[in-house]
């Protein structure tokens, strides 16, 4: 089975959504302030937790993913989101489009150039995913998809391009059987 239809099983069974990330949460509600009415897109959204979080707080919020399950869900769900069904590996969005770009549990070290490059100067880029602890304490997920300790803002500075890094953290967000090894960047693109 491949990755994508591993994902477009899980997503066919509709798993129940879960909150949104802390972290996402705290800069979209600081970032709507100044960007009402502007495009944001979630990478990779899932059931669409923070797809509908940016819609709530007023962005023209654009969602992609491999699994079309979770697209048609969250397409169904709410009208104004506009869903993608692609691949990370080839993204389907022009230069300098969002002004937010969102990106949860999912990782693909080779596209932070690309999301970069399909931000608008000044727009904002939050990523929180999986620490190689994670996998070192539940086997999930696989290694090569979670960071190393200090990778993720190496990854984001030696993309290409100048940015302005407004927060970096690692550590356990949750406690008890949601605890998770977590890394998270919010950066500025200048
Ligand atoms: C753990 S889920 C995270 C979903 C969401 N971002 C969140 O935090 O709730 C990972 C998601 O990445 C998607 N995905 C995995 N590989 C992908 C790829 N190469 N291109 C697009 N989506 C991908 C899966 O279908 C799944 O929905």
């Known amino acids: 089975m491949t990755d994508r239809e591993h994902w477009q099983e899980r997503h066919a069974l509709r798993p129940e959504r879960t909150a949104p990330s802390a972290f996402v949460e705290r800069h979209v509600a600081h970032l709507a302030a100044r960007a009402k009415g502007a495009r944001a897109l979630d990478v990779a959204c899932g059931s669409g937790r923070h797809t509908l979080l940016l819609l709530e707080l007023g962005f023209r919020a654009v969602a992609f993913d491999h699994a079309s399950a979770a697209c048609r869900r969250l397409a169904a769900e709410d009208k104004r989101v506009r869903t993608v069904v692609a691949d990370a590996d080839a993204l389907p969005f022009r230069a300098a489009t969002f002004a937010l770009i969102v990106q949860t549990r999912f990782l693909d070290r080779r596209i932070v150039p690309d999301l970069l490059r399909l931000l608008e100067p000044g727009g904002a880029l939050l990523i929180e995913t999986f620490l190689v602890a994670q996998h070192e304490t539940t ?19 030696g993309a290409g391009c100048a940015v302005h890094v407004l927060e970096c953290c690692e550590g356990v967000v949750g406690a008890g059987r949601q605890a998770t090894h977590l890394a998270a960047i919010a950066l500025c693109k200048v």
């Open 139 to 157: 086997g999930h997920p696989r290694r090569e998809f979670c960071l190393e300790p200090g990778e993720l803002e190496r990854l984001c500075r």
